[in-house]
């Protein structure tokens, strides 16, 4: 069964520094979110995707944020300068054209040290 | 904030018993899904119901959606020690996009 992927599993980075996740979503998908998870907190949503632009987007998904889609296959998250508050599970997730169902992805641990 | 809720916070059953959790939300919604998460793992989707249905099943799963009480129930049925888990409820919001907004989940734990 198609799954969405997603890596590193794990990336740990210093404050300041840029990092990029990485996530290929199911193949014939067309629409694409970031949700975050921080420890023992609910899961939140920040993006979604569709046809090459952001479609919404919550208050979290500040400038810092940004997401692309740079081939057929791999949507990423790119946070440009990490804070110590953005230690989190990071999940992709995504969904057919008219199936609301979202696939996610098992996830990156970013940790900022 | 159209965030679930989920009810219990967590549940302890003996293997071959019903597990049953609650979900409430705020708002109209178009969908709610449900996901199964095992520590620090990803999210596994169980199953979605619309708010034109009223009872879904999927195996040892049962969910009912009852939108005048804003409340969803997940019943697993004939419970495993490997349904031990943390499961989530997640709602949209109806005529906005295609968000879901997660509750605090309930965790499960089957004693075997």
């Known amino acids: 069964e198609p799954e969405v992927t997603q890596t590193p599993s794990h990336q740990v980075t210093q404050m300041g520094q840029e990092v990029i996740l990485r996530c290929v979503p199911i193949?014939?998908?067309?629409?694409f979110y970031w949700y975050r998870q921080i420890l023992g907190q609910k899961v939140e949503f920040l993006v979604s995707?569709?046809?090459?632009?952001?479609?919404?987007k919550s208050e979290i998904f500040d400038d810092q944020f940004s997401v692309e889609r740079p081939d057929g296959s791999n949507f990423t998250l790119k946070i440009r300068s990490t804070k110590l508050e953005d230690s989190a599970m990071y999940f992709c997730?995504?969904?057919?054209?008219?199936?609301?169902?979202?696939?996610f992805g098992p996830g990156t641990r970013l940790t900022v040290t | 904030s159209q965030q679930g809720e989920e009810d219990p916070q967590a549940l302890s059953i003996q293997e071959g018993e019903n597990a049953t959790m609650n979900c409430s939300y705020k708002?109209?919604?178009?969908?709610l899904q449900w996901y199964r998460q095992n520590s620090g793992r990803g999210l596994v989707h169980l199953i979605l119901?619309?708010?034109?249905?009223r009872e879904k099943h999927s195996g040892r799963l049962r969910v009912t959606l009852d939108t005048s009480k804003k409340s969803s129930s997940l019943l697993i049925t004939a419970s495993r020690a490997a349904d031990t888990a943390s499961y989530f409820c997640?709602?949209?919001?109806?005529?906005?996009?295609?968000?879901?907004?997660f509750g605090t989940g309930t965790s499960l734990t089957v004693i075997p």
């Open positions: 997730a995504s969904t057919r054209a008219g199936y609301p169902e979202q696939y």
């Open positions: 193949s014939n998908h067309l629409y």
């Open positions: 995707f569709y046809n090459n632009e952001i479609s919404e």
């Open positions: 708002t109209s919604i178009n969908n």
């Open positions: 119901i619309r708010s034109n249905e």
């Open positions: 997640a709602t949209d919001a109806a005529g906005t996009g295609n968000q879901f907004y």
